[in-house]
């Protein structure tokens, strides 16, 4: 008896670790593949600054830390960006996933060091804690590139320079999104993603600057956590209590996509009715842009390979490397949704 | 005469049994991946291995008393935190901080549990939920992590080192050398046996079960927030992720290391076996390199699988 509770019991737990992972997943949100632009922010890095010694990209070995399972769109095409940039480039890559376990992340770090990683590339699992990560790799003088999310350690000391996209960008580009889709009027709702997390805190941010001097009302915001079915149950909800909603926009594509089925349900039609814009570049979502039923997505770029790359060579060379590097990101609407299907994830 | 006779053999058998996967596991990889055996990569392992080894001794008693304890994961992160936030008001606050709320909540779950009959499963799975809510709630939701100053004497506990080997390895296998002894060698160590053994009978012979409950689960969430302290030591932040589903990796290694769900039996070498043999299949993976790491959690699996399998068999 004892035995079958403690399997229920675990089955419980497994399935809550998973639902807390999902979120922290797709928080990351993801983009698409145009040409990066960079933008420099603070004084350089420079490898004299460093003392680092040159190690030239092509035939090197490469060590890549993931951070979490290769389970959802924005991670798979992480890691493929990477791998495909690394075959480009003559690179032996070596690529470790901590399946979102701070401890292996660590580890697995000072294992690509003790495997002959010369260059590092590293998506962390969270902001804080990868110090002695970070440690190890200065010890043998390794430049460590951070990508998607940004870690609390020192630039240029503990890391070379970090790549990501501006979360605050993507927030005000989704407002002129929708700003154009509605003319400027009308009583939006916020799907927010989960609490807590700069991700969410940037993405509101941005949108709310960004409908700030339009007629746009924000009637309603609540979180949903990066989740389809919470972002359909918030939904429903919100259609109940304000039923006068003409726009919604969820922080990322999962909560937009619950937020569709929520409205077709209420015998709404979203992209007529209602306007829904999100964040992130999912295949899903963009192929609903195409659809006509969903009103724009702005992309959040999960292909950092070729900018990874270009920095460390241009850090080989002795060049100036900015403190952090801005990934570009795409946006999909009706006008080009069809066209670009193909840059989604 | 002849039971016990089968109980002994059982139990080496089950001893070894690990011992002996954990040895051609190491043997292995020694000679395939010419980089397992530097030194670097053994005082990782072995650091990696010395957090959850101290979660694992207490949850070895808890086990051996036929009990579980699930909230093991979470007192773990919460230490972490409340060390972090501590440790800008010095070492020792850094210290005792985890181990007194961690503690405390484990001699709750132990009074609950011992007292009330409710099955520990239960209770511990609500301070699981308990925990990382009040985790959630001191860090505004994760938003909030509390950072240790660099140069601050705590963290030394946890980044600092003898002969290249961190101060959390040591610590680890003093406790367990220490836990062993308590265990084997004390009254405290027999009511443990007694209560998994046959707890109907303990009580009848006087064997005080209540309070050897109330000790191990107190035991349990104090080593608990010890690893979270030292894990915070080592992070130099009290990071609010770690520990989801900790408490089953120190379930498995438990039982891996050969003690009884069932309770009545076991040893803390085992579990320190138990807690080399995961640490080396996820080291070996990472050596392999091209093997996807969810095979970790499948490789993991399968062993504990066999193990509790011949548990079962053996135990016949």
């Known amino acids: ?345 | 005469m002849t039971t016990l006779t089968a109980a002994t053999r059982t139990k080496v058998l089950q001893r070894q049994g690990a011992a002996v996967a954990l040895t051609v596991m190491v043997v292995v990889s020694w000679l395939t991946f010419p980089r397992f055996g530097s030194l670097d990569n053994l005082r990782d392992l072995a650091l990696q291995g010395s957090f959850l080894a101290v979660i694992a001794l207490g949850m070895t008693f808890v086990i051996i008393t036929g009990g579980i304890d699930l909230s093991v994961g979470s007192l773990y992160a919460l230490g972490g935190v409340l060390a972090a936030w501590g440790s800008q008001h010095g070492f020792l606050t850094a210290l005792l901080l985890p181990l007194v709320v961690c503690g405390g909540i484990g001699l709750i779950n132990g009074l609950l549990i011992a007292r009330t009959n409710m099955a520990p499963f239960i209770v511990t799975l609500a301070s699981l939920l308990f925990a990382r809510g009040l985790l959630l709630a001191i860090t505004d939701e994760g938003a909030n992590t509390y950072q240790v100053a660099p140069d601050s004497a705590f963290v030394e506990l946890g980044r600092g080192t003898v002969a290249g080997f961190g101060y959390p390895i040591f610590i680890a296998a003093a406790l367990c050398v220490l836990g062993g002894a308590i265990l084997n060698r004390t009254g405290f160590g027999q009511n443990v046996f007694a209560t998994g053994g046959a707890e109907q009978s303990a009580i009848l012979m006087g064997v005080p079960v209540a309070r050897t409950k109330v000790l191990v689960y107190t035991m349990s969430g104090t080593l608990a927030g010890l690893a979270g302290a030292l894990t915070a030591a080592y992070l130099q932040s009290g990071v609010t992720v770690i520990g989801v589903g900790t408490e089953l990796d120190a379930i498995a290694v438990v039982v891996i290391g050969g003690t009884l769900l069932t309770g009545g039996m076991g040893t803390v070498l085992g579990t320190v076996i138990g807690v080399g043999l995961i640490k080396v299949i996820q080291n070996v993976i990472n050596q392999i390199g091209t093997l996807d790491s969810n095979y970790q959690s499948v490789v993991s699996g399968v062993f504990l699988l066999i193990v509790v399998v011949l548990q079962r068999i053996l135990r016949r």
Do not use: H, W
């Open chain 1, 1 to 345: 008896m004892s035995r079958m509770l403690l399997i229920a019991a675990t089955a419980l737990l497994v399935t809550a670790c998973t639902s807390r992972e999902s979120p922290q997943t797709a928080a990351s949100g993801g983009p698409a593949a145009s040409a990066a632009q960079q933008q420099s922010a603070g004084p350089g890095c420079t490898r004299s600054r460093t003392g680092y010694p040159q190690v030239d990209v092509k035939g090197a070995t490469v060590g890549f830390s993931q951070s979490e399972k290769e389970a959802n769109p924005f991670r798979t095409a992480e890691t493929q960006s990477i791998r495909d940039e690394a075959a480009k480039k003559g690179v032996n890559l070596l690529v470790t996933n901590a399946q979102s376990d701070l401890n292996k992340q660590i580890s697995d770090i000072k294992s690509l060091l003790d495997r002959g990683a010369k260059l590092l590339i590293v998506a962390p699992l969270n902001s804080d804690g990868l110090q002695p990560a970070f440690d190890a790799a200065k010890a043998k003088q390794v430049p460590v590139i951070t990508i998607d999310r940004k870690v609390t350690s020192q630039p240029c000391t503990d890391y070379l320079t970090f790549i990501g996209s501006d979360f605050v960008e993507q927030g005000k580009r989704a407002a002129q999104q929708m700003i154009k889709a509605t003319g400027g009027s009308g009583k939006v709702a916020i799907l927010l993603g989960s609490s807590g997390n700069n991700v969410t805190v940037d993405r509101t941010k941005g949108f709310k600057d960004g409908i700030a001097n339009s007629g746009l009302q924000v009637v309603a915001e609540q979180t949903a956590e990066f989740d389809r079915s919470k972002g359909q149950a918030v939904m429903e909800q919100l259609i109940q209590s304000n039923p006068g909603i003409t726009a919604v926009y969820a922080e990322n594509d999962e909560m937009g996509l619950g937020a569709v089925t929520a409205l077709k349900a209420a015998g709404k039609t979203p992209g007529k009715d209602v306007k829904i814009v999100s964040v992130d570049g999912t295949r899903s979502a963009v192929q609903l842009v195409a659809d006509g039923s969903y009103t724009a997505v702005i992309e959040s770029n999960p292909r950092f390979g070729p900018l990874a790359f270009e920095t460390l060579e241009k850090f080989a060379r002795g060049d100036e490397i900015p403190q952090s590097i801005v990934i570009s990101d795409d946006e999909y609407d009706t006008s080009n949704a069809a066209q670009k299907l193909g840059n989604a994830y």
